[in-house]
DNA sequence: GTTGAAAGACTTTAATT
DNA sequence: AATTAAAGTCTTTCAAC
């Protein structure tokens, strides 16, 4: 009856729960009950405690980019120039194309993910960034892999 | 009168709209209405519109991997050799520590975001996508720019 | 396209197992 | 920890502007 080394306390409700709200987070407890074999209190009582227990850190929409105007995305690597480290940092924060920025290990400083209406645009920002790094960028053609939910059970 | 160029028909009612369910999608129409300035039934039609224009592509979960027992990330770029193209694609869909990949242009064909409950893990996974491909691995300190929602208004 | 009111649906609380 | 029932709240519809 012990648990797992990998144990991470999610059972397969909970996993029910996760999946639902990872498919539609606006879903009205009385759905996600059903999702999950369990009466409307108990689903929200299950809710608030993975919310409590920080595993989901947040409901959020996803916004489909080319709707709002931005066709183009690129992955830009980024190799700041010695001592310009938190200056590109602050350009990245500072501008909204940038949609998300990872701080990695390795000659790359960071790894952003910016979106942009055309490749006049794209020039424009990374003429900015490159008066204070070395870039590297790729163009996303496809996204074999949308954004999903890790394993959600280890070792049970 | 005349809408610019770049205009996207997102209004600043829109955009509040969509920055309160970027903070918190599972917010009531109540709730959305107060932020947005507008009566309940205003705010369900204009939730409504959003997701049919697909401008809203989907309402979805953030989920913290580390406290679910994943607290190592990494970025992986991965160029598969000669004709091991789809292979590796199966590969890295198969692999549920995969959470996203993009195909991008460049040298490398993916750039994928991996996450792992230990480097032994990672190395695990690694060597099964290194029997087709060669990678290039960095793993995530920080993450300055969490996802956030592009520019929401152009050109008005 | 927006408002306000009413009917209906959902959520939450509290007592119970 | 889960269930049922009831009270409270929210959502949706519809008539009106």
Chains 1, 2 share one sequence.
């Not at 797992?4 to 996600?32: C, T, V």
């Not at 010695?82 to 790894?111: A, M, R, S, Y």
């Amino acid at each position: 009856m012990s648990a797992s080394p990998n144990d991470n306390g999610i059972d397969d409700i909970d996993q029910r729960i996760l999946q639902a709200l990872a498919d539609n987070a606006r879903i009205s407890l009385k759905e996600l009950a059903q999702a999950a074999g369990l009466s409307s209190p108990s689903a929200a009582e299950r809710l608030r405690r993975l919310e409590e227990r920080r595993i989901i850190a947040a409901f959020t929409i996803d916004i489909d980019a080319a709707a709002l105007g931005y066709p183009l995305q690129a992955i830009v690597r980024v190799r700041p120039l010695p001592g310009q480290l938190h200056v590109v940092q602050h350009i990245i924060q500072d501008t909204p194309q940038f949609v998300e920025c990872d701080k990695v290990t390795g000659d790359d400083c960071f790894i952003a993910r910016l979106v942009v209406a055309s490749m006049a645009e794209l020039d424009t920002i990374l003429d900015k960034v490159a008066e204070k790094a070395e870039t590297s960028t790729s163009m996303v053609k496809a996204s074999p892999v949308k954004r999903r939910l890790p394993p959600l059970s280890r070792g049970r």
